[in-house]
C-alpha cells in the first residue's frame, strides 16, 4: 500500500518527467493538469478522500 509520502514521490517524479520533455504532449500536459487539481482537491479535503 503507498503511504502519503509515496504518493507525493511518484507525483514529483511525473511532473518533471513530463516538465522537462520537449516532447511532452498537449495531452500529456492536460493530464498533468488534471492530476495537480485532483491533487489540491485532495489535499484541501474536497471531494473523495484517499484511505491511507
Known amino acids: 500500500m503507498m ?3 509515496d ?3 511518484l507525483f514529483v517524479h ?3 518527467r513530463v516538465a522537462d520533455n ?3 504532449t498537449e495531452c500529456e500536459m492536460d493530464t498533468l ?3 495537480i487539481d ?3 482537491d485532495i489535499v484541501a479535503g474536497r471531494g473523495p478522500q484517499p484511505r491511507w
Request: one cysteine or more.
Open 3 to 5: 503511504t502519503p509520502q
Open 7 to 9: 504518493v507525493v514521490r
Open 14 to 16: 511525473y511532473v518533471a
Open 22 to 24: 520537449p516532447a511532452t
Open 33 to 35: 493538469l488534471c492530476a
Open 38 to 40: 485532483a491533487l489540491d
